[in-house]
T-cell receptor, first 116, second 114 residues
Framework: AQSVTQPDIHITVSEGASLELRCNYS??????LFWYVQSPGQGLQLLLK??????LVQGIKGFEAEFKRSQSSFNLRKPSVHWSDAAEYFC??????????????FGKGTKLSVIP | EAQVTQNPRYLITVTGKKLTVTCSQN?????MSWYRQDPGLGLRQIYY???????DKGDVPEGYKVSRKEKRNFPLILESPSPNQTSLYFC?????????????FGQGTRLTVV
């Protein structure tokens, strides 16, 4: 079974500073990897995803993530954070089982606070 | 507008009183799923459905039931709710992007069981 670890529960950055949110996964084959963002009182919105190919993927709102197989990581980055980026961020890994069923497993989330 | 609609958004109920949270999608997606979100635990999958009449357990199915009689609807049923089912629930509907489900989430249902 797959699993996801987000080592940082809470991160605080200043507006305009760069951001990196860490995500490590455990899965035997090539995983399908996702980053979601959840603003207070809202549902989850997909930021970006990796299935195959180029290991650096671009997403919405200026976010990018890099898949590193050797490190089993899929870290999310943004060069300059805006106050509106304050939210909770979830990394997720999806995988098909041998029986053809599909499961999406989430990390516990990283809450991002932005200081003006 | 493409959306996943959950009802109700907020619900307070008493222990043991059966309830149903509805989920409907208008995107003709085959794959739907239910998650619960608890502080410090992230989202955990309760049940999922690959298509009509095809459902399977996720990571935390105990105390829940689902049905998928038609493609657009995937209700979550709590036959006898207990306080440990107090949580924020999300329904998701997925389309296949290169064979991989990409999930769209509803706005959530906050359930309190007293």
């Amino acid at each position: 079974a797959q699993s996801v670890t987000q080592p940082d529960i809470h991160i605080t950055v200043s507006e305009g500073a760069s951001l990196e949110l860490r995500c490590n996964y455990s899965y035997g084959a090539t995983p399908y990897l996702f980053w979601y963002v959840q603003s207070p009182g809202q549902g989850l919105q997909l930021l970006l995803k990796y299935f195959s190919g180029d290991t650096l993927v671009q997403g919405i709102k200026g976010f990018e993530a890099e898949f590193k197989r050797s490190q089993s990581s899929f870290n999310l980055r943004k060069p300059s954070v805006h106050w509106s980026d304050a939210a909770e961020y979830f990394c997720a890994v999806g995988a098909y089982s041998g029986a053809g069923s599909y499961q999406l497993t989430f990390g516990k989330g990283t809450k991002l606070s932005v200081i003006p | 507008e493409a959306q996943v609609t959950q009802n109700p958004r907020y619900l307070i109920t008493v222990t043991g009183k059966k309830l149903t949270v509805t989920c409907s999608q208008n995107m003709n997606h085959e794959y739907m799923s239910w998650y619960r979100q608890d502080p410090g635990l992230g989202l955990r999958q309760i049940y999922y459905s690959m298509n009509v009449e095809v459902t399977d357990k996720g990571d935390v199915p105990e105390g829940y039931k689902v049905s998928r009689k038609e493609k657009r609807n995937f209700p979550l049923i709590l036959e006898s709710p207990s306080p440990n089912q107090t949580s924020l629930y999300f329904c998701a509907s997925s389309y296949l992007d290169r064979g991989v489900p990409e999930a769209f989430f509803g706005q959530g249902t906050r359930l309190t069981v007293v």
